[in-house]
Structure formats: C-alpha cells, structure tokens
Nanobody, 117 residues
Framework: QVQLVESGGGLVQAGGSLRLSCAAS????????MGWYRQAPGKQRELVAT???????NYADSVKGRFTISRDNAKNTVYLQMNSLKPEDTAAYIC???????????WGQGTQVTVSS
C-alpha cells in the first residue's frame, strides 16, 4: 500500500505565497508520476500540476508562471510552490501518485488553501 501525507496549506492574502509538501511512503517503486489536484466547493476536481520521476512537468494553464512543482526522489516527496496567489486558487489541494508497475492511483487526504482578497 501507499500512503500520502500533505502539509503546508493555510490562509494567505492575495498576492502571497505558500509551499505545499506531499510525502509518500510504502511501495512507491522508482517509476511514478506525482501531482497536485485541487477541488473547490461545488466544483469538479482539476489538475494543477504533475511531475514524472524524471522531472518532466505539466501545468494547468491557470497556474502557469505562478506555481512550480518539484520533487525529491530520495525523500519520495513532491512540492508545490505557489506564488502570486489569487482568491480563485482557494481549494482543497490533493496529492496523487500514479505507480506504473501496478497501474494504480493513490490519493492523499488534501490540505486546504484559502486566499483572501
């Protein structure tokens, strides 16, 4: 099994920054993709950013230029640096890892990010 533990959410004013972390444990294996998704009340879950085990990245258009995803493979941890935050970034941010060897997604519990105007 795989466990994901997120941290780093909170309340911030518009224009501010936050850094989220997600630590994975269990049967991670070397080849996987980690990512962040977000879900606001009454809205569907949406992709924020993903990063492969070889550091290939993908971002939602709405966060390009403001958010940066990175990972530390030795720690099995993925980070999301969020700058120039906007009220519309308010959501629960949820970490996900896709393990290629068993073709499964694993999700974290989420961490709340609230951006005040």
């Amino acid at each position: 099994q795989v466990q994901l533990v997120e941290s780093g959410g909170g309340l911030v004013q518009a224009g501010g920054s936050l850094r989220l972390s997600c630590a994975a444990s269990g049967s991670i294996f070397n080849f996987n993709t980690m990512g962040w998704y977000r879900q606001a009340p009454g809205k569907q879950r949406e992709l924020v950013a993903t990063i492969t085990s070889r550091a290939g990245t993908n971002y939602a258009d709405s966060v390009k230029g403001r958010f940066t995803i990175s990972r530390d493979n030795a720690k099995n941890t993925v980070y999301l640096q969020m700058n120039s935050l906007k009220p519309e970034d308010t959501a629960a941010y949820i970490c996900k890892i896709y393990i290629f060897i068993d073709r499964k997604d694993y999700w974290g519990q989420g961490t709340q990010v609230t951006v005040s105007s």
